[in-house]
Structures are given as structure tokens and as C-alpha cells.
């Protein structure tokens, strides 16, 4: 049985160490762009989070995202490109 679905581009940030939220910023059928996209937007997301001005770097970068952390509060990040099936897609 082939099972459908696509690759999520997924942000986790967390406040603290437990209180995490996922965010999918892209989405790919093919799991090899999924992991190019993780790549290309991890490295984006890290200069800004080394940046001098992380807070407003940050704000910039997430705002097209709908983030509802306090960005000056995120204390980690993670990507990830997990498989979603398409029955749990919204």
C-alpha cells in the first residue's frame, strides 16, 4: 500500500525547554527538497539568530509565518521535514 502525502518543512520554537510550537513553512512531495529547503532556510534562520540585531532580524524573518512567540523569549529552534499523509493534512 503506497501511502500519499508530502514533507513538511517544519520550525519548532521553544521558550524554555519544554514549551515548544511547530510552524510548517514549506511543504514538498519529494523528501530530497523537503531536506534542500530545511537547508536553505536553516542557514537563512541562523544568521539571523547570530545576528547583532536578533530580535528585529528574527521578526522580519518570521513574520510571513503567523509566529505567536515573543521572539526576544525563544530560547531554541529546530527544523525538521517530517512525512505527513495526506489524512492528516488539514
Same mark, same amino acid.
Given at each position: 500500500?503506497?501511502?500519499?502525502?508530502?514533507?513538511?518543512?517544519?520550525?519548532? *520554537?521553544?521558550?524554555? $525547554?519544554?514549551?515548544?510550537?511547530?510552524?510548517?513553512?514549506d511543504s514538498s512531495p519529494?523528501?530530497k527538497d523537503c531536506h534542500?529547503?530545511?537547508?536553505?532556510?536553516?542557514? !537563512?534562520?541562523?544568521v539571523a539568530w547570530g545576528?547583532?540585531?536578533?530580535? !528585529?532580524?528574527? $521578526?522580519?524573518? *518570521?513574520?510571513?509565518?503567523?509566529?505567536?512567540?515573543?521572539?526576544?523569549?525563544? $530560547?531554541?529552534?529546530?527544523?525538521?521535514?517530517?512525512?505527513?499523509?495526506?489524512?492528516? *493534512?488539514?
Amino acid at each position: 500500500m503506497i501511502v500519499s502525502g508530502v514533507y513538511a518543512l517544519v520550525l519548532s *520554537l521553544c521558550i524554555g $525547554t519544554k514549551d515548544c510550537n511547530d510552524y510548517v513553512l514549506d511543504s514538498s512531495p519529494v523528501e530530497k527538497d523537503c531536506h534542500q529547503m530545511l537547508e536553505s532556510y536553516g542557514d !537563512s534562520f541562523a544568521v539571523a539568530w547570530g545576528s547583532d540585531f536578533a530580535n !528585529s532580524d528574527l $521578526t522580519k524573518w *518570521l513574520k510571513p509565518y503567523n509566529v505567536l512567540e515573543p521572539i526576544e523569549r525563544v $530560547t531554541d529552534y529546530d527544523f525538521t521535514c517530517p512525512f505527513i499523509p495526506d489524512e492528516q *493534512l488539514p
